[in-house]
């Protein structure tokens, strides 16, 4: 299972320590230091069977700033996936990759579900 997270992000804090509490173990991944590949994001993005901006860090400064509120729709998905995969910032967060699914940001509910298939 891997936790994708950016340690100053209060959701993923909670997120975290959830997941300690549940004694769930997982690799736990810096969004900044270690931000997902192209190819990783693909992937996710594919068996989540959830839209592309449902990864994307909408309440983000970085989101904000690249004015992606208006741009995003007149992208193609491979635009918008090369631009999630150049800044982890971009990513929501926390991202949840288990075998059970893929779920980007906490909902404990959701997270339960995705972390008793194994």
């Known amino acids: 299972m891997l936790f994708i997270e950016y340690p100053k992000c209060s959701t993923c804090q ?7 509490n549940q ?19 693909k992937k996710w993005i594919a068996e989540s069977g959830l839209p592309i901006k449902r990864f994307f860090n909408t309440s983000g400064i970085k989101y904000k700033e690249l004015d992606l509120k208006d741009k ?37 509910e959701i997270w339960a579900q995705i972390v008793e298939e194994k």
């Open 14 to 20: 909670k997120a975290k320590k959830w997941l300690d």
């Open 23 to 41: 004694k769930i173990s997982y690799e736990d991944r810096n969004i900044v230091e270690n931000n997902p590949t192209k190819e990783e994001l």
């Open 72 to 108: 995003l729709a007149s992208m193609s998905e491979e635009e918008q996936i090369d631009l999630l995969a150049s800044d982890g910032m971009l990513v929501k967060r926390p991202l949840l990759v288990a075998k059970g699914g893929i779920c980007p940001g906490f909902k404990e």
